[in-house]
């Protein structure tokens, strides 16, 4: 009863109750800690997250070793990139980490191809998160390729602040650089110039937008 209470906070708008009856019913709640990594690179994927609290970020293994941040999920929202992995049956090409507590219901996959004929809201709903994840991966496709690494930084700020409601960004130098595939004097550097523009303040332990 409580998990068919949670779908119906967060997705009750979306889809018909007999849907979110069905999903209650098949569905596998998890819940997740900060840091926990939820899908890793190589691994088979056998269900399809739907995101009823928290953030998560979605990254990508570059050729160099090295990862990018690619995009991140909020609360009602769902993987793309996950979805077309388990119709394909393919090993993940990324890695999901918990940007902060939450909890998520694992929807097999056998259930997601059933609803895309039962329930226009599920199709519906599954096209519409291919956009969204899509015109995000165009948006990190520009900042790479177009958007020196100052803006790209900025842009970053800007979206952790967004994700976790905060002003303040509880992350080193280093974790920085690593999500944006940059080095440690990078982002020093381009953090102190922010800081000298008046756009954030340096503290000892985080980061502070103003």
Excluded at 152 to 168: D, G, H, P, Q, V
Excluded at 181 to 209: A, H
């Amino acid at each position: 009863m409580e998990l068919k209470k949670m779908l119906s906070e967060v997705y009750g708008g979306i889809f018909e109750k007999e849907l979110i009856d069905e999903i209650s019913e098949a569905g596998q709640l998890i819940e997740f800690e900060e840091n926990d990594v939820l899908i890793d690179f190589g691994r088979y994927i056998k269900g399809i997250p739907l995101l009823l609290k928290g953030a998560i970020k979605i990254m990508r293994e570059d050729f160099d070793e090295g990862e990018l941040l690619l995009y991140f999920l909020e609360k009602g929202d769902t993987c793309a990139m996950t979805m077309a992995c388990c119709v394909d049956d393919k090993r993940s090409e990324i890695r999901a980490i918990a940007e902060n507590k939450g909890s998520a219901i694992l929807i097999p996959i056998g259930k997601m191809e059933d609803w895309m004929g039962k329930y226009k809201s599920w199709r519906a709903f599954v096209l519409q998160s291919y956009n969204s994840r899509f015109n995000e991966l165009l948006s990190t496709i520009d900042n790479i390729a177009f958007k020196h690494m100052d803006e790209r930084l900025e842009n970053y700020l800007n979206e952790k602040s967004k994700i976790n409601k905060s002003k303040i960004i509880n992350q080193t130098h280093q974790e920085i650089a690593y999500e944006l595939n940059s080095s440690r004097v990078v982002i020093s550097r381009l953090l102190k110039v922010m800081e000298n523009e008046g756009k954030i303040r340096l503290n000892r332990n985080n980061i502070e937008l103003l």
